[in-house]
């Protein structure tokens, strides 16, 4: 089912992403009648063909599946199996995925909510216990949030309500940011999840360097990352802005000129970088000239004024008054 633009006005959320530009339409599976409803804006101007961003990925994949089980004769009943089954279940199917570690940099690289989201999924499928009764959204953000505190960060500084960051009830302070790049960075400063960071400046984990990752919402533009300056040393540094003014572009500027004059501090007596900028030239104001003074008998003072030689005798004869004798 394909919704025409102007009759999705009630749907705001939608509404918003369509016309961002982010995505080319809008997918969301209906349970009540089995069926997808997907939502495009009527002209090129506006996106109009390229992949739909699907709302709700669980029931869209899980109904994906159904379907062609039903379509090979397999018969999916709706009851789920109690922990007393007694025959062995049977693999009808199995997927092993891509590692953890290309998992997370495509996480970070493209910035993919649903890969973030089945990643705190798989956390708590690794850390829940057995027969627990909540999510697996819910088991994996109460891991995540006693992992936060462990790490010293106040509960109060880290609000989740999901993995991927969409929700509009998420909160973190700068400092809680920081805080996990330091534990990531390890004692060395060199953890492999630093090198699965986009990098900025000279080579990654040299003077100079700046390893990041940017993250935006609808007028929320963030930058988190470990920055090295010119004499070597390692800042843990992140930044968010809330309901910004200006345009992203400009607000993009602003973020990297501070990272670019962080990236060139240094210390006394240390050489700046090969291709860090050279130092501006200070400005030399001319001084101003100084008013000459009535010229005296000295032929020291005359040279002052600058009076040519050829007329120091005779400015100098000039400049002195006969003294009256006194009677």
Known sequence: ???????????????????????????SFDARNRSVRAFRPPGPEMGGAGSLIVANPDQYNLAILTNMARGMGIRIGTKSMSAG?????????????????????ITLKE??????????????????????????????????????????????EVVLFDGCGLSRKNAISPHALNAVLRHMAGPELAG?????????????????????????????????????????????????????????????????????????????????????????KPIQTPRPRKRLKRARSSSRQIRRTGVPATMRAKSSRAAVKPKRKRP
């Open 192 to 280: 492999p999840y630093l090198n699965l960071m986009r990098v900025e400046g000279t080579a990654r984990a040299r003077a100079g360097s700046f390893e990041f990752k940017t993250g935006a919402m609808d007028t929320v533009r963030s930058v988190s990352g470990v920055l090295r300056t010119a004499d070597n040393e390692t800042l843990a540094m992140s930044i968010i802005v809330n309901g910004h003014k200006v345009s992203v572009g400009e607000l993009r500027v602003a973020f990297f000129s501070l990272t670019s004059q962080l990236r060139h501090v240094q210390l006394a007596g240390t050489s700046p970088l090969p291709d860090s900028p050279p130092p501006p």
């Open 111 to 156: 910035s993919d909510n649903l890969y973030a989201q089945q990643l705190l999924r798989t956390i708590a499928v690794k850390t829940r216990k057995p027969h627990e009764r909540a999510s697996l959204e819910e088991s994996g953000l109460i891991f995540l949030k006693s992992w936060l505190v462990k790490l010293g960060i106040p509960a109060r």
């Open 1 to 27: 089912m394909v919704e025409p633009f102007n009759r999705i006005s009630e749907m705001s959320l939608t509404r918003t992403l369509l016309e961002s530009g982010v995505t080319a339409g809008w997918a």
């Open 85 to 105: 089954y007694r025959d062995t279940p049977q693999v009808l199917a199995e997927h092993e995925s891509k590692p953890l570690k290309e998992l997370i940099e």
